[in-house]
């Protein structure tokens, strides 16, 4: 259960650089082209990114 447990908490601090770099790579039409995201769909990225790393340093701020 720990092991679960852990793995979980680095999936968690581990999501919210590799979602930096998937949206910025998301947003670039030399990567994309004609399949770059949207400004709703980066806006939301980068909104889910915030909040994710809100509760990483919550999580080891509280603890």
Same mark, same amino acid.
């Given at each position: ?8 908490v680095?999936? &968690?601090?581990?999501?919210?650089? =590799?979602?930096?770099?998937?949206? %910025? ?5 030399? $990567? ?5 995201? &949207?400004?709703?769909?980066?806006? =939301?990225?980068?909104?889910a990114? %915030? ?5 990483? $340093? ?6």
């Amino acid at each position: 259960m720990k092991a679960l447990f852990w793995s979980a908490v680095i999936n &968690g601090v581990v999501a919210v650089p =590799l979602m930096v770099v998937i949206l %910025l790579l998301a947003s670039r039409s030399s $990567v994309m082209g004609p399949y770059t995201s &949207g400004r709703p769909i980066l806006a =939301l990225g980068w909104i889910a990114t %915030l909040v994710m790393g809100i509760a990483a $340093v919550l999580m080891f701020a509280s603890g």
